[in-house]
């Protein structure tokens, strides 16, 4: 756990003391809070693009703070009768309940990312009435818009139902993945496909929670909770009932090499620089939301958070005054070839990416497909270089597409096609909550323009990489 | 088109005369009318389980009715560069964005059941601006939410878009599955699971809808975009673009003949049956929702629903005063049996159903199994039957699970036990939108109540049939 466990940070720091300046903190909304962290990227807030990030980035982080556990359940609460005692279990008199593959969002308390969810809840309904089964989503749904780690969430999401339904028990199983990352930035020899699986490569973890009547050891309700979602295919049997705070990429940061000023032993007091302004107003925003800084999960979640988000700040350099090294480039990697009028066709598929979202400060991420003209293969390395330098930002896909695009063309004017294929977290965790959706853009500069027979020629290439496994 | 095609329905009625007396008409609100078909069935709206169920359907029919493609979209417009004319396509100005695999519901304008969507949208962008991604969803969401035959709404998507971003074209692709009714009662040799795939046997239509410089011949764009669907394996080989307003199963019902008593000759002026009342609520809905009655696509919309509905009328017989049928059955079909102690352990899986959710007036559909305590096998068309009669009618999952194993324990006295697996469409169309989610409900009787390697052995044989494809 890096800083966090050799005594660096010490708990008995008052809250308020731990962003910055004791009277700085709290104050200003969570939208100023965001605007420093826009700037602090070297944006300017007040851009088109960005000018109402703030307001979507607190309305998802406020969303999951309002909603309330009863205000839910109690109308969905209906009478339906059970059988006599003795006779079995069914009906509002036992027999268990189970959703299934429930997909939420969360976000993840040591870093802010959001992680991915599929969430099973079961409950045996007791004093003859049970709840609108749309309600067990909802209430997990609730716990996972906050500030969570798995088991926690699992946790409270089966004591909130406990409490509001009191049925004989509850359970809950979440399946979770969560974005790998530094790597995530690197040149990943073998690509997932965002079409096949966009989890491979993710971490991930099952947890459980339980209350009540699967917690009695004469009970056989768990073996049967896990029976049901084994006919889905779902199997618990690495699931862990302890906490695994842990399993969080960004626990194994080194945190003092990243940022040397945020160590307590130079605090930002007196000496303000824009990363440790930044890390004040992500504590601010966590503050208003409710949460205790004090709580030691939260210790070294702005830092985390914003170290992640200097991975995407803005660079005033263009890539075309890189050019020197893309000339220099002389290697080859396999290349997919088409012989195709004069001019040879090639193929260069399956850069991974990962940008964020300037929209809603969440990261969109996928793979780029890039098409050209030229008299021989080049450098593999340097496409993944201009992928990188473009993906690395606030963005928004079309532009990025755009900008490869251009920075490929200054260097093989003949002609560049480009594809881009994501998958974008704000489309699933947050409003229309579209999970499965991707998105595709293309871009097409010189003979491209022209030569539909090389755009299809490109498109069938993806294609078959996409077969048979990139 | 059966009633529709023969003449009995003149298309100059005007409209508020269709539904029953001219002053009824469009008085009452969408709740009043909901209360007319919940009497028609036999219930009493009034009943705890019930009483809401008025305001949840009116809700979901009007939702899809306030919102405006404009409110949307006009906030939503960023300024984006392109390149030079000549240069290529990218960005702002030309280069293809395409959003695949949304997951929608609509509801059939033939007979008003939902049906399922998978959703693709693409547009080129001009005059230097972009959309943002999660718009294009929300816009289809709108229309979606209306009453729609597939091709209707891949147009309506299409131009609504092309209107509001003015790009340089919009294209729409739409794969839609219908569920299958009346045969969806009928029991099903080959039923498929819920867990593998619960489109198996719906009816399924593809259609597209094009706008601008996709509909250029000189363009390859509809190829590109094609190309980019089928790189999530999304084919449109078998698109039509022409309006296939027949899909709908209940277009093949000779309405006639499943109610006489709505033929033009002796409509319901004085004569006013419990159909004629509903088919008159019903039309009353539509009109209350802006609907054109006297669009020939709606003509028999009120019939066909009300056809559906009575499916589900309350019985107010008991299954065990019929409980005679079942003792004269002698036949057998192959059963899983395993011995355990001194009796032996049956089970008969995937008896396949179709119930109303009572709560949302929609279907939800799967498979029943059951486990039983027998000297030998029964006739599976007996357990058939009682599965058919508690899940036709207005229901919700607990009750039938515990319906079902109370009659099968009226005649298999040593012990039952029922799982019922099933897909809620209100869970997936309203509200949360839990796309993939599916319930599972258990009851034990007699002998299954105390032992719990019986339970475990029946849960075992289900987990093998649905991996053998049982």
Redesign the interface.
Known sequence: MGALEDGRFDPEIPAIAIGGKGGELGTGTIEDHVRVLLKGLGEDPER??LR?TPMRVAKAFRDGYRQKVKDIVQ?AL??????DN???????A??????????LFSFCESCLLPFSIQCHVGYV?SGKR?V???KL??VA?IYAKRLQEPKRLADEVCWALQNSINPAGVSVALQCWHIRFPEVFKCNPNPSHP?RSTMQGWVRTTVCSSTGIFNDKNS?LW??FH??L????INLSDAGCSSIHSWCPSMSLDLTECHGNISRSNFPIGKVSSQSAMVAAVSSILQSLGEDLSRKELFGTPYRYVHWLMNFRRSNLDFKQTKFTINSAHSCEKVNGYIHSKDEIHSELNFPFCAQCE?HLLPFHGVVHIGFFHDGPIDRSALQSIVHFYACKLQ????L??QI??AV?SFLAKG?M??V?AN?I??ISR????????????????Q??TD?TA??LV??A??MS?ATGG
Chains 1, 2 share one sequence.
């Not at 036992?94 to 997909?103: C, E, P």
């Not at 084994?230 to 295919?233: A, I, V, Y």
């Open positions: 088109e693009g109402k109308d209906f009478p339906e009768a059970g059988l003795g006779t079995g279990q069914a009906g509002g036992g027999g268990l309940v189970v959703v299934r593959d429930i997909n309904p049970v609108g089964l749309s989503s909802r749904d079409s056989s073996d049967e029976g049901l084994k006919l889905r295919g929209h928004v896909q079309e532009r597409t755009r695009a251009e063309y560049v480009v594809v294929e974008h704000c489309m409003g229309i909550e579209k999970v499965g959706s991707s998105t595709a853009t293309m871009a097409m500069m010189g491209f323009t539909s755009r299809a498109l069938e993806i294609s996409t």
